[in-house]
């Protein structure tokens, strides 16, 4: 059975730092492409970042713009967990943070359709306040 669990949200002021967590099981991780989409209030869910399964030896990602530079997207494969850290965050990052995971094999992963992914986590809270 696939589950998807992720953690690390929480308060914290504009300019700082979170670490967000996707503790995943049931697949081989590798194989799978990560998504980490938000939600913000009133607003549709969007894709922030994501990586590829293994395609040779290595691992394609893409962040859409407003967070390029500052969220990095990585993998522990033999943890099974995804990890998305955030830098310099602004208030506009306030939004529940979830993961997702395709549901087959993929060399490739997309932030455009939600339909990509077929496994999602119940997401977590970031808020960015002063």
């Known amino acids: 059975q696939v589950q998807v669990v992720e953690s690390g949200g929480g308060l914290v002021q504009p300019g700082g730092s979170l670490r967000l967590t996707c503790a995943t099981s049931?697949?081989?991780?590798?194989?799978?492409?990560i998504g980490w989409f938000r939600q913000a209030p009133g607003k549709e869910r969007e894709g922030v970042s994501c990586?590829?399964?293994?395609?040779?030896?290595?691992?394609?990602?893409d962040y859409v713009d407003s967070v390029k530079g500052r969220f990095t997207i990585s993998r522990e494969n033999a943890k099974n967990t995804v990890y998305l850290e955030m830098n310099s965050l602004k208030v506009e990052d306030t939004a529940v943070y979830y993961c997702?995971?395709?549901?087959?094999?993929?060399?490739?992963?997309?932030?455009?359709?939600?339909?990509?992914?077929?496994?999602w986590g119940q997401g977590t809270q970031v808020t960015v306040s002063s």
């Open positions: 049931g697949f081989t991780l590798k194989e799978h492409a």
């Open positions: 997702a995971v395709s549901a087959y094999a993929r060399t490739w992963c997309g932030l455009g359709s939600l339909y990509d992914y077929g496994y």
């Open positions: 990586i590829s399964g293994i395609s040779g030896s290595d691992y394609g990602t």
